[in-house]
């Protein structure tokens, strides 16, 4: 239902005309669908992340199943960009706007964890996913690939672009992705984070 509900807020900041009203709520119905549609690869995606746990920089099959699948979408994917072998960007459409949608995937050092509330360690000492980047890697990849359907169908024109950001446990990818210039066509990106809550908010630079 999380990443339902912030599939439904991402539309809203796509779509902001008021004159879209009624076709934005058609929209919300294809966002959903798309939801439903690639849920059971989803969560399959995130919980075969969850279970690799690979960390900064290792995160070689996790940044492959997320990859091959935007591929599989229809997706033109780069790998390996900005000098790190395991991010990468997948793009689908033309002009503008162009949206992106941040997908983080890397876990944390000596947090192994079966999927439990109390502490469980899978292995003693090894690795885990503290904070849920296997979720955010996989909703994130869900919600490009609805924006991707709507461009696909016509409902949208642009560009998306879902980036595969690597080590944000320890080295923060993203930002030697900004430095490569990834994001200077960019118009508006979209990001969230797993937590105990939702809530929303938007950033101006
Ligand atoms: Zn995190």
New binding site residues.
């Given amino acids: 239902m999380r990443i339902k509900a912030f599939l439904v807020l991402t539309l809203c900041l796509v779509i902001s005309t008021s004159s879209a009203q009624k076709k934005m709520s058609e929209t919300k119905k294809a966002i959903i669908a798309s939801v439903e549609k690639h849920k059971s690869n989803l969560i399959k995606i995130s919980d075969a992340i969850w279970a690799l746990a690979e960390t900064a920089f290792e995160e070689n099959q996790s940044s492959k199943i997320l990859s091959d699948y935007a591929e599989q979408q229809g997706f033109t994917v780069e790998r390996g960009v900005a000098g790190m072998p395991t991010a990468f960007v997948a793009t689908y459409g033309s002009g503008k706007p162009v949206i992106s949608v941040l997908g ?1 995937f890397d876990a944390l050092p000596g947090l192994s964890q079966n999927t439990e509330p109390t502490k469980s360690p899978i292995v003693d000492g090894e690795p885990g996913h ?4 296997n979720l ?1 890697g996989a909703g994130s990849l869900g919600a490009a690939v609805a924006i991707k359907e709507l461009i696909e169908n016509g409902t949208l024109k642009g560009t998306i672009k879902f980036f595969g950001t690597p080590s ?2 320890k080295y923060f990818g993203k930002i030697w992705m900004v430095n490569a210039g990834l994001w200077d066509d960019v118009d508006v990106n979209i990001s969230w ?2 937590s105990a809550e939702i809530k929303a908010d938007v950033k101006v630079l």
């Fill in positions: 983080e503290g904070c849920g980047h955010f944000e446990e984070h797993p």
